[in-house]
Nanobody
Framework: QVQLLESGGGLVQPGGSLRLSCTASGSIFSSETMGWYHQAPGKQRELVATASSGGTTNYADSVKGRFTMSRDNAKNSVYPQMSSLKPDDTAVYYC???????????????WGQGTQVTVSS
């Protein structure tokens, strides 16, 4: 059993900052990619940023220079630090992870339930 627990969402003013957190728990042998997607009203879910277990990060063009991904492999956690937030960043943010379960071969994809981020004055 694997669960992705998310926190850190909320209401912030334009130009403000927010730090999200996602922690994977359960029968985890290893995790490879962990990251975040978001979905705004009327739009499809889109990639925001990812971080591999080796430290490689990848960002969507819309957040480059504003979002920074940090990862703690020992805790199976990932933390996007979001700054200079804009109203267009308003969306539900979902944690994503590829995880290998103890005793099984290969990796499987897991999703969190989502946390709301609202940027508005």
């Amino acid at each position: 059993q694997v669960q992705l627990l998310e926190s850190g969402g909320g209401l912030v003013q334009p130009g403000g900052s927010l730090r999200l957190s996602c922690t994977a728990s359960g029968s985890i042998f290893s995790s490879e990619t962990m990251g975040w997607y978001h979905q705004a009203p009327g739009k499809q879910r889109e990639l925001v940023a990812t971080a591999s277990s080796g430290g490689t990060t990848n960002y969507a063009d819309s957040v480059k220079g504003r979002f920074t991904m940090s990862r703690d492999n020992a805790k199976n956690s990932v933390y996007p630090q979001m700054s200079s937030l804009k109203p267009d960043d308003t969306a539900v943010y979902y944690c994503y992870a590829t995880i290998q379960i103890w005793g099984r071969l290969g990796y499987q994809a897991y999703w969190g339930q989502g946390t709301q981020v609202t940027v508005s004055s």
